[in-house]
């Protein structure tokens, strides 16, 4: 049982699963939740980025394999795929069940959200328009936090904005150490297309586009913190893909470019509560 346990937690990507569900927390908190609010937010979201990863590591097990991916935890035997296969429609189930303690508007908008992930897995991951779901998924995150408020105020044009572009700059980020072996497997998403240095131009300029929204989309002029903001927005993934360089010569996955996507959009949410109500 212990060790299902851990591959669960191995195949449910437990990087960006623990930022993701942290910055929705952190954002309950800019928007002006209660403690109840927040852990209601921290749980449908927590549930719905475990459906996502099992799902993804369930769709791609084949590539995985093919391309001697033994860490991951589905062709290492830490996980068997009938067991994410059972894993995926609960965390699913169990997304709507506590959003649903929330508003209806919060329900439908992160099971929106949900359900373009999991069309991210498969078949959209493939296609030209692979980046939409990204866009849509991250779009519908603070979307869903500020509609899960009592009443359901309308979220914020600009937030929603901002969010869509982290994610589309998350998507060109999170692919571009795996492009040599997605080109052996089959897959030709849009960072596929664009190849390495489109993909890179592509994550700095959208990551840095949604700093740019937060610090100019709230009322009143940008503040210094903003403004330093948009600098770290510049020089983190730069260093991110530096450090990915490094680690690809020394025989390593370059995964630092990723985790300078997460690095900005902590950035943005310290952003968000420094500037107060959001709504």
């Not at 437990?14 to 002006?32: I, Q, S």
């Not at 991250?138 to 600009?158: C, D, M, N």
């Not at 680690?247 to 997460?262: D, E, I, K, T, Y």
Request: net charge positive.
């Amino acid at each position: 049982m212990s060790s299902s346990v851990l591959g669960l937690v191995r195949a449910s990507h437990p990087e960006p699963t623990v930022a993701v569900t942290g910055v929705a927390g952190l954002l309950a908190a800019a928007v002006g939740h209660r403690p109840a609010g927040i852990v209601a937010v921290l749980l449908t979201v927590l549930a719905s980025q475990l459906a996502t990863g099992w799902s993804n590591d369930l769709v791609d097990a084949d590539r995985d394999a093919a391309v001697g991916r033994t860490d991951k935890p589905v062709p290492a035997g830490a996980v068997s795929r009938r067991t994410l296969a059972l894993a995926v429609p609960v965390a699913a189930v169990a997304t709507g069940l506590i959003a649903l303690t929330t508003t209806g508007p919060a329900a439908w908008c992160v099971l929106l959200g949900l359900a373009s992930a999991l069309l991210y897995n498969r078949p959209l991951k493939s296609t030209p328009v692979s980046v939409l779901p990204y866009a849509v998924s991250f779009g519908s995150l603070p979307a869903f936090v500020v509609l899960a408020l009592p009443g359901a105020p309308a979220p914020p044009v600009w937030l929603v904005a901002a969010a869509a572009c982290l994610g589309a700059g998350a998507h060109f980020a999170n692919v571009l150490p795996d492009l040599a072996d997605d080109a052996r497997t089959g897959v030709h998403g849009l960072p596929h297309r664009l190849g390495p240095a489109g993909s890179r131009a592509a994550a700095a300029g959208l990551l840095l586009a949604a700093t740019v929204i937060l610090v100019v989309g709230p009322p009143g002029p940008p503040s210094w913190t903003g403004l330093s903001a948009v600098a770290a927005a510049v020089a983190v993934p730069a260093l991110g893909w530096y450090a990915g360089r490094r680690a690809a010569r020394a025989g390593g996955r370059p995964v630092a470019a990723f985790r300078s996507v997460l690095v900005v959009a902590l950035i943005d949410v310290a952003l968000l509560l420094a500037s107060g109500r959001v709504v």
